[in-house]
Nanobody, 125 residues
Framework: QVQLVESGGGLVQAGASLRLSCVAS????????MGWFRQAPGKEREFVGA???????TTADSVKGRFTISRDNAKNTVYLQMNSLKPEDTAVYHC???????????????????WGQGTQVTVSS
């Protein structure tokens, strides 16, 4: 069983930055694909980005150039650095773990087995 705990959310003004953290327990993330998803009020959960165990990352077009994913395997933690935040980035941000290779693209939500409870990010205009 893998537990994921996100932190770092908050209320910020447009243009500000935040760094979200996701600490995993129960399994090392060094061999695990870790993803970030977000869900805004009244909308479906959507892919933000992901980090493969080998270190490569991908981000959604909507956040490309503003958001960066990184990981610290020694701390069993994955990060989401969010810069130039916009009001439309307001959402609950969840991290997710995909311990086993599925052959699916990293943006496929159903391919992730474990999920955190999420952290709220609110961006005011």
């Amino acid at each position: 069983q893998v537990q994921l705990v996100e932190s770092g959310g908050g209320l910020v003004q447009a243009g500000a930055s935040l760094r979200l953290s996701c600490v995993a327990s129960g399994r090392t993330i060094s061999t695990t694909t870790m993803g970030w998803f977000r869900q805004a009020p009244g909308k479906e959960r959507e892919f933000v980005g992901a980090s493969r165990s080998g270190g490569s990352t991908t981000t959604a077009d909507s956040v490309k150039g503003r958001f960066t994913i990184s990981r610290d395997n020694a701390k069993n933690t994955v990060y989401l650095q969010m810069n130039s935040l916009k009001p439309e980035d307001t959402a609950v941000y969840h991290c997710a773990a995909r311990p086993w290779a599925t052959g699916q693209a990293m943006d496929v939500m159903s391919s992730y087995t474990y999920w955190g409870q999420g952290t709220q990010v609110t961006v005011s205009s």
